[in-house]
Protein backbone atom coordinates (compact mmCIF):
# COMPACT_ATOMS: atom_id res chain seq x y z
CA UNK A 1 0.00 0.00 0.00
CA UNK A 2 1.25 3.05 -1.02
CA UNK A 3 1.72 6.53 1.64
CA UNK A 4 -1.43 8.36 0.16
CA UNK A 5 -3.31 5.36 0.72
CA UNK A 6 -2.01 4.99 4.22
CA UNK A 7 -3.14 8.89 4.97
CA UNK A 8 -6.15 8.50 3.79
CA UNK A 9 -6.94 5.67 6.07
CA UNK A 10 -6.00 7.76 9.48
CA UNK A 11 -8.98 8.47 11.55
CA UNK A 12 -7.60 11.98 11.73
CA UNK A 13 -7.04 12.88 8.38
CA UNK A 14 -10.67 11.55 7.62
CA UNK A 15 -12.25 13.67 10.09
CA UNK A 16 -10.15 16.86 8.82
CA UNK A 17 -11.45 16.33 5.61
CA UNK A 18 -15.06 15.57 6.58
CA UNK A 19 -14.59 19.15 8.68
CA UNK A 20 -13.35 20.52 5.83
CA UNK A 21 -16.45 19.65 3.52
CA UNK A 22 -18.97 20.99 6.53
CA UNK A 23 -17.13 24.34 6.34
CA UNK A 24 -17.57 24.37 2.24
CA UNK A 25 -20.84 23.42 2.65
CA UNK A 26 -21.90 25.73 5.50
CA UNK A 27 -20.38 28.77 3.69
CA UNK A 28 -22.02 27.81 0.59
CA UNK A 29 -25.28 28.16 2.61
CA UNK A 30 -24.58 31.20 4.12
CA UNK A 31 -23.84 33.18 1.12
CA UNK A 32 -26.76 33.12 -0.94
CA UNK A 33 -26.50 34.82 -4.71
CA UNK A 34 -27.04 38.59 -4.61
CA UNK A 35 -30.40 38.54 -6.80
CA UNK A 36 -32.16 36.26 -8.89
CA UNK A 37 -33.94 37.60 -12.08
CA UNK A 38 -37.56 36.33 -11.95
CA UNK A 39 -38.45 37.68 -14.71
CA UNK A 40 -37.95 39.36 -18.28
CA UNK A 41 -39.04 41.47 -20.95
CA UNK A 42 -37.91 43.16 -24.21
CA UNK A 43 -34.60 43.40 -24.26
CA UNK A 44 -32.75 42.36 -20.89
CA UNK A 45 -28.64 42.07 -20.71
CA UNK A 46 -26.11 40.58 -17.94
CA UNK A 47 -22.97 41.35 -17.70
CA UNK A 48 -20.58 38.83 -15.34
CA UNK A 49 -18.20 40.27 -13.21
CA UNK A 50 -14.90 40.56 -14.32
CA UNK A 51 -15.85 40.18 -18.20
CA UNK A 52 -16.26 42.52 -21.29
CA UNK A 53 -19.07 40.64 -23.07
CA UNK A 54 -22.81 41.62 -22.36
CA UNK A 55 -24.75 38.49 -22.62
CA UNK A 56 -29.31 37.70 -23.08
CA UNK A 57 -30.52 37.68 -19.11
CA UNK A 58 -33.19 34.98 -18.71
CA UNK A 59 -35.50 33.99 -15.86
CA UNK A 60 -33.62 32.00 -13.15
CA UNK A 61 -30.48 34.09 -14.06
CA UNK A 62 -28.05 33.94 -10.31
CA UNK A 63 -26.64 37.48 -10.23
CA UNK A 64 -23.72 37.77 -7.79
CA UNK A 65 -21.78 40.67 -6.57
CA UNK A 66 -20.17 42.43 -9.32
CA UNK A 67 -22.95 41.56 -12.11
CA UNK A 68 -24.34 44.76 -13.94
CA UNK A 69 -27.90 44.39 -15.85
CA UNK A 70 -29.55 46.66 -18.14
CA UNK A 71 -32.67 47.16 -19.96
CA UNK A 72 -33.30 48.12 -23.58
CA UNK A 73 -36.30 50.44 -24.95
CA UNK A 74 -39.48 48.73 -23.68
CA UNK A 75 -38.06 46.34 -22.02
CA UNK A 76 -38.06 45.73 -17.61
CA UNK A 77 -37.18 42.95 -15.11
CA UNK A 78 -38.34 41.99 -11.86
CA UNK A 79 -35.50 40.37 -9.80
CA UNK A 80 -35.66 39.01 -6.51
CA UNK A 81 -32.63 39.88 -3.88
CA UNK A 82 -31.07 37.17 -1.66
CA UNK A 83 -33.61 38.65 1.31
CA UNK A 84 -36.33 37.62 -1.02
CA UNK A 85 -37.07 41.58 -1.43
CA UNK A 86 -38.11 42.23 -5.34
CA UNK A 87 -36.71 44.49 -6.75
CA UNK A 88 -38.46 45.61 -10.60
CA UNK A 89 -36.32 47.72 -13.04
CA UNK A 90 -37.62 49.82 -16.14
CA UNK A 91 -36.36 50.94 -19.18
CA UNK A 92 -33.08 52.23 -20.00
CA UNK A 93 -32.01 51.21 -16.82
CA UNK A 94 -28.29 49.61 -15.91
CA UNK A 95 -27.10 49.13 -12.70
CA UNK A 96 -24.44 47.34 -10.52
CA UNK A 97 -24.64 45.02 -7.58
CA UNK A 98 -21.27 46.14 -5.61
CA UNK A 99 -19.72 44.31 -2.76
CA UNK A 100 -20.68 45.62 1.26
CA UNK A 101 -19.36 48.33 2.11
CA UNK A 102 -18.83 46.50 6.01
CA UNK A 103 -18.32 42.89 6.70
CA UNK A 104 -21.62 42.36 7.59
CA UNK A 105 -23.14 44.79 5.72
CA UNK A 106 -25.97 43.60 2.01
CA UNK A 107 -24.79 44.56 -1.75
CA UNK A 108 -24.84 48.09 -2.68
CA UNK A 109 -27.10 48.88 -5.97
CA UNK A 110 -25.50 50.87 -8.22
CA UNK A 111 -28.08 52.18 -10.19
CA UNK A 112 -26.11 54.02 -13.01
CA UNK A 113 -29.22 54.84 -15.23
CA UNK A 114 -33.27 54.42 -15.28
CA UNK A 115 -36.02 53.69 -12.49
CA UNK A 116 -36.09 50.70 -10.41
CA UNK A 117 -38.92 50.24 -7.52
CA UNK A 118 -38.09 48.34 -4.24
CA UNK A 119 -40.45 46.73 -2.37
CA UNK A 120 -40.62 44.00 0.61
CA UNK A 121 -43.52 41.86 1.90
CA UNK A 122 -41.79 41.61 5.14
CA UNK A 123 -40.28 43.68 8.04
CA UNK A 124 -37.95 46.43 6.84
CA UNK A 125 -34.86 46.08 4.91
CA UNK A 126 -31.72 47.66 4.73
CA UNK A 127 -30.45 48.41 1.61
CA UNK A 128 -27.36 50.67 0.05
CA UNK A 129 -27.85 52.47 -2.82
CA UNK A 130 -25.29 54.57 -5.08
CA UNK A 131 -26.08 56.55 -8.31
CA UNK A 132 -23.52 59.18 -9.80
CA UNK A 133 -24.68 62.19 -7.25
CA UNK A 134 -25.83 60.40 -4.49
CA UNK A 135 -25.21 57.13 -1.88
CA UNK A 136 -27.97 56.22 0.24
CA UNK A 137 -28.78 53.97 3.43
CA UNK A 138 -32.21 53.03 2.92
CA UNK A 139 -34.75 50.86 5.68
CA UNK A 140 -38.25 50.43 4.43
CA UNK A 141 -39.92 48.37 2.71
CA UNK A 142 -41.05 50.31 -0.28
CA UNK A 143 -39.23 53.21 -2.61
CA UNK A 144 -38.48 54.36 -6.06
CA UNK A 145 -35.19 55.59 -7.61
CA UNK A 146 -35.15 57.63 -10.80
CA UNK A 147 -31.60 58.38 -12.66
CA UNK A 148 -32.10 60.78 -15.43
CA UNK A 149 -29.01 60.62 -18.16
CA UNK A 150 -27.26 63.67 -16.85
CA UNK A 151 -27.09 61.68 -13.18
CA UNK A 152 -30.05 63.86 -11.71
CA UNK A 153 -31.44 61.68 -9.10
CA UNK A 154 -34.93 61.30 -7.37
CA UNK A 155 -35.16 59.06 -4.35
CA UNK A 156 -39.53 58.74 -3.33
CA UNK A 157 -39.19 56.86 0.18
CA UNK A 158 -43.04 55.31 0.07
CA UNK A 159 -42.38 53.51 3.04
CA UNK A 160 -39.46 53.89 5.73
CA UNK A 161 -36.44 56.01 5.81
CA UNK A 162 -33.66 57.12 3.89
CA UNK A 163 -30.06 59.38 4.25
CA UNK A 164 -28.81 60.62 1.39
CA UNK A 165 -26.00 61.69 1.28
CA UNK A 166 -22.71 63.46 -1.60
CA UNK A 167 -19.69 65.36 -0.72
CA UNK A 168 -21.94 68.85 -0.61
CA UNK A 169 -24.64 67.65 2.12
CA UNK A 170 -27.36 65.34 3.66
CA UNK A 171 -30.69 64.94 3.45
CA UNK A 172 -33.03 62.68 5.78
CA UNK A 173 -36.34 61.44 3.42
CA UNK A 174 -39.14 59.68 6.02
CA UNK A 175 -42.40 57.38 4.34
CA UNK A 176 -44.23 59.83 1.69
CA UNK A 177 -41.21 62.50 1.21
CA UNK A 178 -39.32 63.10 -2.35
CA UNK A 179 -35.54 63.61 -2.73
CA UNK A 180 -33.18 64.90 -5.27
CA UNK A 181 -29.82 65.32 -5.65
CA UNK A 182 -27.53 66.86 -8.75
CA UNK A 183 -24.26 67.10 -9.83
CA UNK A 184 -22.44 70.09 -7.31
CA UNK A 185 -25.27 70.21 -4.85
CA UNK A 186 -26.23 68.74 -1.96
CA UNK A 187 -29.12 66.61 -2.01
CA UNK A 188 -32.54 68.25 -1.31
CA UNK A 189 -36.16 67.88 -0.18
CA UNK A 190 -38.50 67.18 -3.69
CA UNK A 191 -42.28 66.79 -2.94
CA UNK A 192 -44.22 65.72 -0.05
CA UNK A 193 -46.30 62.71 -1.86
CA UNK A 194 -50.32 62.93 -1.70
CA UNK A 195 -50.78 59.50 -4.20
CA UNK A 196 -47.83 57.86 -4.41
CA UNK A 197 -49.68 55.15 -6.13
CA UNK A 198 -48.24 56.61 -10.09
CA UNK A 199 -44.88 56.27 -9.07
CA UNK A 200 -44.72 53.04 -7.70
CA UNK A 201 -45.87 52.42 -10.81
CA UNK A 202 -43.25 54.31 -12.97
CA UNK A 203 -40.12 51.83 -12.47
CA UNK A 204 -42.20 48.94 -14.26
CA UNK A 205 -44.74 50.53 -16.52
CA UNK A 206 -44.31 52.39 -19.93
CA UNK A 207 -46.98 54.04 -22.54
CA UNK A 208 -48.02 50.91 -25.13
Known sequence: MNCFGRVVQSPVVLFGLWLACFDIGRTAETNPPAATVVSVEGTVE????????????????????????????????????????????????????????????????????????????????????????????????????????????TVTMIDGEVELTNAFGAVTLKANEQGVAESGRAPAYGHTLQNHWPLTKAATCWKH
Do not use: C
Open 46 to 153: WLHDNTARWTTARAGLVMEVGDQLRTGPRSRATLRLSNLSVLRVGELMTYQIEAPRTAQGQPVFNFKSGAAYFFSRDKPQEVQIRTPTVTGAIRGTEFNVLVAADGRT
